[in-house]
């Protein structure tokens, strides 16, 4: 179904410089989980550049493996199902909503796997940008904190008669906030495709309007909105406080810190593309 046997798995597991076991246990899935997150960027350039993202695994392995950019959630998942899928192990793709403390209904554009591996049920959320350094066990009340960051999963009521999780997030405030809704409904590659058309080319998406980029590291998380970058330490983001760090860059600075701070390369054509863009943007 995801197309595990297409995937040049030796190109991916260098890329993430993995070089652990290749059977599906739990402490592959763990290191996998976090050498992707620490590896591999969060960027939406090209649904803001050519609004137009494919989630063909020849197109994302070639984009996010061999030529080492980043993308959003729809990609990430179509490579790291891929590559569970060619270990073993056994997932369901599924579906949330991005709340980030927001009280509405918002569309279920984020994309996740559950993954079942040695009788536990493990959320593998790698493609959220600052996400969890681990996968999450999906048990209610589950409380952990990950290499310093915590986070909380309760069942909930997600919309009107539906019941499902909500993964929370420190608020800043000594409480939590939640960070997205979820249900166990299984998605299909299908599936991922109406989100990602949506996410690359709908006039309400938000990612389609500014460059968004973040890359996290085990002791802080960089952030690139627009033209602001952000830095939070790994103890601020403990806590859900405000960045440590906040800048205002100039748009010809864009593809020097793109490359320098978050590690995504543009190609000549795009860096000029993306510095026009956001001049546009901006006037």
């Known amino acids: 179904m995801w197309h595990g046997e297409q995937l040049d ?8 410089t993995y070089e652990g076991e290749h059977i ?20 939406n350039l090209d649904s803001f550049l050519h609004r137009s993202v494919s989630l063909d695994l020849a ?42 403390g927001a009280e509405k ?3 279920a554009t984020h994309a996740m796997l559950l993954v079942e591996v040695g009788g536990r049920r493990l959320l593998a959320d790698v493609g959220f940008g600052a996400s969890p350094l681990a996968p999450i066990e999906l048990v209610d ?5 990950i290499e310093g960051r915590p986070f909380l999963l309760r069942r909930t009521e997600i919309t009107p008669g539906a019941d499902g999780w909500a993964l929370h997030q420190p ?15 299984p998605q299909y590659p299908v599936d991922n495709e109406v989100g990602n058309h949506f996410i690359a080319t709908g006039p309400h998406s938000p990612f389609n309007r500014r460059p968004f ?38 748009p010809h600075e864009l593809p020097g810190l793109l490359s320098g701070t ?11 593309s993306l510095i026009e863009r956001v001049q546009r943007r901006e006037e």
């Open 9 to 16: 798995l030796d190109a991916y597991l260098a890329r993430l």
């Open 24 to 43: 599906p246990t739990e402490a592959t899935l763990r290191a996998l989980h976090r050498a992707h997150v620490l590896s591999v960027r969060w960027d």
């Open 59 to 100: 197109d994302v392995q070639g984009k996010l493996v061999h030529r080492g950019r980043g993308g959003y959630c729809y990609e990430h998942i179509t490579l790291f199902a891929a590559a569970l899928e060619r270990l073993g192990f056994r997932f369901t793709a599924l579906a949330g909503r991005v709340q980030m």
């Open 105 to 107: 209904i918002l569309p």
């Open 141 to 145: 009340g589950n409380e952990v904190t």
């Open 171 to 185: 608020d800043g405030r000594g409480g939590w906030m939640v960070r997205h809704t979820f249900t166990e409904t």
């Open 213 to 250: 980029v973040q890359r996290i590291r085990a002791d802080r998380t960089d952030q690139l909105d627009g033209l602001t970058w952000t830095t939070t330490t790994a103890a601020t983001a403990a806590t859900g406080g405000e960045p440590d760090e906040k800048r205002t860059v100039h």
């Open 262 to 272: 978050f590690g995504v390369e543009l190609s000549p054509a795009e860096a000029r």
